[in-house]
């Protein structure tokens, strides 16, 4: 099947959901164009199937516009942008300001920078998408790491402030995951308490937000929107 030629933007893309994203838009034939920040072998396999693969830092205003700019050299349009790019950074005791201004720059700072510079390159698209990738914890915080949790959920708001001032031809919407796939060295005391948070009590593996993010994607109608992609943690 063959989509448009403006490839579609996705940020954070070297491991987990944003490479099993970026893996099934290839398969079902969108052009892409991914940002990393770690040199990883998926990268490189990204490569060989025709992905353009751009080093970021989102650490700092300069790391996103220079982004920016490699990105412009690279298409004059884009079919969508995701923002998955992200930071699990521990706020320590001393380093808090530090860790706040990190995570405000790769949650928020970037998405805002990015929205507002290509905006022309989507417009330039027939159909155009901007997907903000936030956290489900922002729906109760987060007494362990509210740096975290207080930027995803500015996340949340860019997409109500985007879907607003982008309509109607770009729609902005948002994806809320939480609990999509441990990691390999979770113990199984982790996991089972982890499992228990939910109503449907399973890891349910990448797939769910690449079905997430289609729907997006597909639906002309749905703007300013977050979808929970949580298992049912809000019902228990």
Known sequence: MSYSQAPILITGTSQRIGLHCAERLMDDGFSLIVTYRTERDSIERLRQRGVTALKADFSTEAGILALIEQLKSQTDSLRAIVHNASDWMSESA????KAFTQLFNVHMLAPYLINLHCRPLLERS???DIVHISDDVVRKGSANRPAYCATKAGL???TLSFAARYAPHIKVNGIAPALIMFNADDDDAYREKALSKSVMGIEPGP????????YLLDNPYVTGTTLTVNGGRHLK
């Open 94 to 97: 001393g380093e808090e300001g």
């Open 126 to 128: 027939s159909q155009a």
């Open 156 to 158: 949340d708001s860019l």
């Open 207 to 214: 797939q769910v937000i690449y079905q997430s993010l289609r």
